[in-house]
């Protein structure tokens, strides 16, 4: 059996099973799309959204590109936000990064990949925005964890920024975003702090999550 054969075969697998589980599940799922979450998170593949979650099809809408950024000029991103809120009605938008992140570390040292290097510019901003925070950690691992952490936030504050989301709240929509970190070595979301449900609280929130990475490098660890 060659490898297309095999994931054919699992796919097959899965649909049988989901049905002996659950004999409703695709018709349900076919009628009707109502997520309360959007997660956007790195094309990574070791971070499937609904797994994580805990969560099955149809529960949470997706996006993802390489570490988890979000471009205000990335047209893609943006309408996919712009259909969460607008017509799906999602409550909560989570900006989910990820410890280990490829992307984040090719940032932090400057190393060449190709064609994605312009992609990650973004992240290299950040990375030089919090060159003094960063520069107090001597381990490159924990640098790396931190700038993981902090571009989580600065993503968060990117989505809270665009015009869907400032639109949404302007007309008193139910909607929050949520700067995560997850942790491949156990499973595991880590909170931030970085937790917007609408304009007034951006910069205290903001403030707040950056300040709180901060006593992290001081300690030295996150005790969570």
Known sequence: MGELDKLLQNNRDWAERAVRDDPDFFHRLENQQTPKYLWIGCSDSRVPANQILGLDPGEVFVHRNVANVLSHGDLNALSVIQFAVDVLKVEHILLVGHYGCGGVHAAMTGARVGLVDNWLRHVADVNHKHAGLLAAVDDINLRHARLCELNAVEQALNIC???????????????????????LGDGRVRELGMDVASHAEIGPAYDAAVADIARVVARGRRDD
């Open 161 to 183: 920024q665009t015009t869907v989301i400032r639109d949404a709240w302007a007309r008193g929509q139910k909607l929050a975003v949520h700067g995560w970190v997850y942790a």
